[in-house]
């Protein structure tokens, strides 16, 4: 059965992301070590420590089926249909682009709701991922993520996008984490709890 999961890097005031989506103080976690670790990307080839490298190895193999919204989907040019962990993805949309065709790989939806449920049926038993903060917010306030994964980076951008903004559903509640210490990054993934 597929876990899902939203990952992203995060400063440590909770930000993704600087006001204008520049994200170099806070990816030098990913070329910060000697371990290789190769992605669905030729180009990219990841380098870090030794335990970063079994995070970031779990996030390729285990990956079905990647979620985002449009917005991300736009910065990127749909990872030129070949996201780096390899996986199929799908994104939240209420305006498809005009040449879908252009990704092949690429699912379009209407709803946080309707894209979970075809990532879940893409991945076919494999982890889905979501990619995007506001569809992450939009996910869990709706129940529909599992785990909520953070790898912390030791720096404070003062603003920026935030991780989690402006939940409607909150207080969510997460059991204690499971920490991975790495080299740049400490990585936190925490079980969400459901309600009994």
């Not at 670790?37 to 779990?58: N, Q, W, Y």
Request: proline residues 6%; aromatic residues 8%.
């Amino acid at each position: 059965m597929s876990t899902v999961y939203t990952h992203m890097t995060m400063s440590l005031d909770g930000y993704i992301a600087d006001p204008d989506d520049g994200i170099d103080e806070l990816f030098g976690w990913y070329q910060a070590g000697d371990v290789a670790v190769p992605t669905a990307d030729e180009g990219l080839t990841l380098r870090v420590d030794p335990d970063s490298a079994e995070v970031l190895r779990g996030f390729v193999s285990g990956t079905g089926a990647l979620v985002c919204g449009r917005r991300l989907f736009d910065i990127t040019d749909g990872w030129n249909d070949n996201h780096p962990v390899g996986a199929p993805v799908v994104v939240v949309t209420h305006r498809p682009p005009e040449d879908t065709k252009k990704w092949p790989r690429t699912t379009f939806a209407g709803s946080v709701e309707e894209g979970v449920a075809r990532a879940k049926e893409i991945a076919g038993g494999k982890d889905v991922s979501i990619a995007s903060a506001d569809i992450a917010r939009q996910a869990v306030d709706l129940g529909l993520v599992d785990e909520v994964q953070v790898s912390l980076v030791p720096v404070l951008l003062g603003r920026g996008i935030p991780y989690f903004a402006e939940l409607t559903g909150a207080p969510h509640h997460f059991d204690d984490p499971v920490v991975v210490q790495g080299k740049g990054a400490t990585h936190l993934r925490f079980r969400v709890r459901r309600a009994e």
